[in-house]
T-cell receptor, first 113, second 115 residues
Framework: NAGVTQTPKFQVLKTGQSMTLQCAQDMNHEYMSWYRQDPGMGLRLIHYSVGAGITDQGEVPNGYNVSRSTTEDFPLRLLSAAPSQTSVYFC????????????FGSGTRLTVV | AQSVAQPEDQVNVAEGNPLTVKCTYSVSGNPYLFWYVQYPNRGLQFLLKYITGDNLVKGSYGFEAEFNKSQTSFHLKKPSALVSDSALYFCAVRDKSGGSYIPTFGRGTSLIVHP
């Protein structure tokens, strides 16, 4: 049981480049979310999904896109990378009841130069 | 709206002493409350949750948390700290009344246990 798998673990981008952070879960969880973690800021919600085909914006969605074509996958796209997007990104999933805890991926450390 | 506050950026405690990491919350209705731990260069791991019932909740690694509705608090506790408990701890809240079903996280508290 792999849980939540994020790829890549590390990435360096140049300003203006685009890329996709991958997230996959094998637990048949309906809810999936993307967070960014910055020092002193805690976890901030970027986008989330309550099921395949359904996505919504979180607290800091600008500069990011998501899609949820399957239950398993929830990729996060950076459209035109900026230094302000340098962060650690976490994907998380949970069951529909959602009073269960989230299962988190191990994170992607992104640096934009 | 839902929010959570962790008033301490850092908590220092000697090994063997009891520890408390504070969390207060705000929701419109009744809360689901969670604690997570993050070790260096790792993702967050679920520690424990309060859904309903007994105000004292026991979780992984000997941790427990006390739900206090009148003070809107959910402090994390452990009777005897270990050096290996040193990590970043996050409190999270979700309003039972619905909405986005997505929890809100606090900013985190760094726990440092000294030998």
């Amino acid at each position: 049981n792999a849980g939540v798998t994020q790829t890549p673990k590390f990435q360096v981008l140049k300003t203006g480049q685009s890329m996709t952070l991958q997230c996959a879960q094998d637990m048949n969880h309906e809810y999936m979310s993307w967070y960014r973690q910055d020092p002193g800021m805690g976890l901030r919600l970027i986008h989330y999904s309550v099921g395949a085909g359904i996505t919504d914006q979180g607290e800091v969605p600008n500069g990011y896109n998501v899609s949820r074509s399957t239950t398993e996958d929830f990729p996060l796209r950076l459209l035109s990378a900026a230094p302000s997007q340098t962060s650690v990104y976490f994907c998380a999933s949970s069951t529909g009841q959602s009073h269960n805890g989230y299962t988190f991926g191990s994170g992607t450390r992104l640096t934009v130069v | 709206a839902q929010s959570v506050a962790q008033p301490e950026d850092q908590v220092n405690v000697a090994e063997g002493n009891p520890l408390t990491v504070k969390c207060t919350y705000s929701v419109s209705g009744n809360p689901y409350l969670f604690w997570y731990v993050q070790y260096p260069n790792r993702g967050l791991q679920f520690l424990l949750k309060y859904i309903t019932g007994d105000n004292l909740v026991k979780g992984s690694y000997g941790f427990e948390a006390e739900f206090n509705k009148s003070q809107t608090s959910f402090h994390l506790k452990k009777p005897s700290a270990l050096v290996s408990d040193s990590a970043l701890y996050f409190c999270a809240v979700r309003d039972k009344s619905g909405g986005s079903y997505i929890p809100t996280f606090g900013r985190g508290t760094s726990l440092i246990v000294h030998p």
